[in-house]
């Protein structure tokens, strides 16, 4: 008996001591950022400071990927630890979420955790407990705390003074928090970015306009609005490391720095190309990251991020309740001092199902891919419909802004104008390849030039692979599920038809009344510049 009660106090001790080695969990999520516009990817005309210290101070990331390039299945990915084709319902963008899938931050919080967010969290879903109550996968909400933003278009969340709140009612417990900044998804406050951000138009080379898009003022405009609310979310995230510091928790939060899916212009954002599944990813952690400043070249899938929160938080594998987690943790990088740790980190898989309302009967514009190294196969499954939203409703997957209605217009121009709207409008193959590294830009498709079939064949085969050992519906003869599933509306009818129907209950803050097209001028302007 009294070795026993010698025992008792001991493992108390140790227990105690696991506990405080286990990190806090600071997660800064942007809603709609590419990669490439933050200060430590080269980026000058977008001013991030924060993130880049935290790049600086620890790790910053070349090849993140979301598995899926829209708010709702990206973030459904995150929590997870699973690809969207594995999510059913969660699958689609403004979804139901079914409740046999746990989140880690659920997790965490039956695992001595305190675990809440402020702004933007796994949106648009509808969760619901099994026996049908409100669900609330990232435990609890911070935002009842206001401020007036620096334009009407910004969140009124006083973003860092509910983080506050949150660690002055935290106790002594590790942390996990989500951050999740409603910018810099649209719309935004049209020139804010120079009436209020003090940048010029000449700040933004041509170089930095990707080709795709006209090289025009009100493009650079449209870029600088976007860049004006990156930059506030970053302002936030270092009113967080301060307070971190202040209370003496820095050094023992693990910072992590991302977006869901690229910007929210056309051909990114919902779409399947390296902007739109590029993404940046920063993480800094004094204690737990060693030869700080290094630039990771490992590919990093968004669905990696739950387990290697898990294995940070010591949660022991019965205690996990999140079945078949697809992601890999990545934990070994943070101090294996290489820029390169995993040989077979060299690729991601991606696709999409449906994404906003746009076409008859609800039904999505299915894709699958395959990132790796420098080249990217896509797989396009239903090529007959319009990848970005039917011309009629408006191509509602692709938010209303300046360079979204520029490019709509060049449908009636001549041949070299009217390729803006071919490439984030027009229709597509069945199969497209791109040497990402030569072409990041994903204009020169390379799946059907004889010197690439194998290339094409090759990755083809492993991404069918990969979806099939995943039981992916889409390549085992149910894709027609994803279409089926209703989107996450109290009243369950067809969006598509109430759209049309120009219901007053629904909201389209995102589209704009120029871009409605009407299919058939389209095909007159192309028949008469063919003449």
Known sequence: MKNYLFIIPQLMIYLSLQAQQRPNILFAIMDDATYQHMGAYGCKWVKTPNFDRIAKNGLLF??????????????????????????????????????????????????????????????????KKADGSPREMLVKAYNKIKTTPATAQISNVDYAANFEQFLNNNGDKPFFFWYGGLEPHRGYEFNSGVSKGNKKLTDIPDTDIYRFWPKKDSVRTDLLDYAFEIEYFDKHLGKMLKMLEEKNELHNTLIVVTSDNGMAFPRIKGQAYEYSNHLP???????????????????ISFIDFAPTFLELAKVHPAQNLMKSIT?????????????????????????????????????GYPIRGIFEDQFLFIKNFEVDRWPAGDPITGYLNVDGGPTKTLCLNTVYANDNDFNYWLWSFGKRPAEELYDIK???????????VSSYKNKSAQLKNKLFTLLK???????????????????????????????????????????????????????????????
């Open 469 to 531: 050992a995943q039981h992916d519906p889409r390549v085992s003869g149910r894709g027609a599920d994803f279409d089926k599933y209703l989107y996450a509306d109290k009243k369950g009818v067809n969006f598509y038809n109430r759209y049309m129907a120009k219901d007053t209950t629904l909201s389209w803050g995102w589209v704009n009344d120029s871009d409605f097209q009407d299919i058939s001028k389209i095909e007159r302007a192309k028949k008469a510049r063919n003449q």
């Open 327 to 363: 992601g890999k943790s990545f934990t070994a990088i943070f101090n294996s001092g290489k820029e390169k740790v995993f040989s077979k980190r060299n690729f991601v898989l991606v696709g999409k199902e449906r994404h906003d309302v746009g076409r008859p009967n609800d039904v």
């Open 438 to 448: 030569k072409d990041p830009a994903c204009l020169n498709n390379l799946a059907m």
């Open 62 to 127: 070349k090849n993140a990927y979301t598995p899926n390039a829209k708010c709702a299945p990206s973030r459904s990915c995150i929590i997870t630890g699973r690809n969207s084709w594995q999510l059913e319902e969660a699958g689609n963008h403004w979804s139901y979420f079914p409740a046999k899938f746990i989140s880690f931050a659920e997790i965490l919080a039956q695992n001595g955790y305190q675990v809440g967010y402020t702004g933007k969290g796994i949106a648009p879903v509808v969760a």
């Open 281 to 299: 990813l920063a993480m800094m952690w004094a204690d737990g990251i060693t030869h700080k400043g290094r630039k990771i070249e490992d590919f």
